[in-house]
């Protein structure tokens, strides 16, 4: 709680903006938006996004007006990280926006506050790993189809007859 009363005496000078998102209707934003809350951010400046999947920023208004909002001396507020977008390289591209807006990105879970030293050295290393999971992902798929080449299985999808294209009889 020290690390939180310490982030909100730095960032009053500052408007704060939260974002908070679910993306079942068996989760409700009400823990998200209370400590938003907590940290200072007022009630009527937190964006949300209900029933909408990280995965794509289309659909998420909340989201879009978030990004909207960041201006030099504004801060984006989360409750973890992960509301911001379901993989690293998507966080990672919203951070970097944050930044080219000369705005600031907190996350309350996670401790990582881009405004200092050690919570732009924190963002860096999670783009590392982000960037490692992409570099590991290619090489397993590389791997994967150079086994089936060798077993002389076909790669790609399988061809599709067209109406008007040879006939399966000929």
Sequence with gaps: ?????????????????????????EQRLDLQIDALMKFGVERERILTDHHASGGS?????????????MRPDSVLVVWK????????SELIQTADLIRKRDAQLISL????????ASGKMMFH?????????RDMISERTKAG???RK??????????V????SESWNE
């Design 1 to 25: 709680m020290c690390y939180l009363k310490h982030m909100t005496q730095e960032t009053k000078s500052r408007i704060l903006f939260g974002y908070a998102r679910v993306s079942t209707d």
């Design 57 to 69: 920023v289309a659909g998420r208004r909340g989201f879009m007006n978030a990004m909207k909002a």
């Design 81 to 88: 990280l992960d509301r911001l977008g379901r993989n690293l």
């Design 109 to 116: 879970t996670e401790r990582i506050d881009t405004e200092s």
């Design 125 to 133: 290393m999670v783009g590392m790993f982000a960037q490692f999971e």
């Design 145 to 147: 189809l150079a086994a």
């Design 150 to 159: 060798a077993r002389g299985q076909t790669l790609g999808r399988k061809a």
């Design 161 to 164: 007859l067209l109406a008007g």
